[in-house]
């Protein structure tokens, strides 16, 4: 390496670099932020709804075990069926426990959520079905 582009690396590395972040100038002009009382509502009803079935399918085999320990073995695709149905019932209990939830910060919403998973939904599909005819109206 010459004398020339080690002094001049020298030069660079003493130079302080700030680092260019864009930051928006304002937060509320952003319109895709969930609010935090909305997150933290959601939140909790995904863990109401998917958690409890997971400690469910968990204590499927300590039972199974206990059991089996008694005298009293279970098939084990008896084991495997119970366990696994209620890990699917998880799975369908994010989805719920996400359009469940009010997505009004103002509004609690109830203690099911019935009424919000239905609104939520019709909102979604309303959403596909609009980007759904902006494609097909691309293609034409």
């Known amino acids: 390496m010459g004398k020339k582009s080690r ?3 020298e030069e660079t590395d003493a130079q302080p670099v700030s680092p260019q972040v864009a930051k928006p ?3 509320r002009d952003n319109s895709l932020v969930i609010p935090k ?3 933290n509502r959601t939140l909790g009803r995904v ?3 998917s958690g409890v079935p997971i400690v469910f399918a968990m204590a499927t085999y300590f039972v199974a075990a206990l059991a089996a320990r008694s005298g009293y073995p279970f098939p ?3 084991v495997l069926l119970v366990s696994l149905g209620f890990f699917g019932i998880s799975v369908v209990g994010i989805t719920y426990g ?4 009010s997505w009004d910060p103002a509004e609690r919403g109830s203690l099911t959520g019935i009424q919000e998973f239905k609104e939520n939904s019709a909102r979604i599909l309303a ?3 609009e980007e ?3 494609r097909r109206e691309e293609k034409s």
């Open 7 to 9: 002094a001049k690396r």
């Open 25 to 27: 100038a304002n937060r």
């Open 37 to 39: 009382e909305v997150s």
């Open 47 to 49: 863990l109401l709804f």
């Open 76 to 78: 084990n695709v008896a």
């Open 98 to 101: 996400y359009l469940s939830a």
């Open 127 to 129: 959403a596909l079905k």
């Open 132 to 134: 759904g005819a902006e």
